[in-house]
């Protein structure tokens, strides 16, 4: 009876570390990257975060944004937090939006300098150009080096 109450603890354990990590969505990469959906399930835009010096081109802890779905009405963007982003009283804090309509369809913008490594958590989000409605999809945790 004992060989099966560890078992199935066993595989509790499994089943709750595997949700702690999809739920954290950890980064396995010096770049991570997530698609900003519609409703329906269309792609409006993308968003990428680029670790440290991983593409110093765009900049040092750069995220890169693009909106991929022209005259849908929506802009699509990052919401970050820092340090002490488990703490409640920390604020998000936001990138410029990329828009098809009339703006840049791309952007990238650095939000850290040269840093001792920590952690920090973002999402990719799409506020309506029309009515400011914001939608954002379910945030993952990165480094900042």
Known sequence: MSKRLNAARAVVMLCVAATTVMATGAADAATSSMIVY?????????????SGTTNMS?????????????????MVYAEYKKSS???PLV?????????????????????????T???????GCKQSEHDFTVECEDYVSDYLD
Not at 38 to 50: D, K, Q, T, Y
Not at 101 to 115: A, F, K, Q, R
């Open 38 to 50: 519609h409703a329906s399930g269309a792609v409006a835009g993308e968003v990428w975060f680029n």
């Open 58 to 74: 765009k900049g040092r802890n750069s995220f890169t944004v693009r909106d991929r779905f022209c005259d849908d009405g929506w």
């Open 85 to 87: 982003w488990n703490n």
């Open 117 to 123: 490594r920590q952690k920090f958590i973002w999402r």
């Open 91 to 115: 604020a998000w804090r936001y990138t410029d939006g990329a828009s098809c309509n009339g703006g840049d369809t791309e952007l990238s913008v650095s939000i850290s300098g040269d840093v």
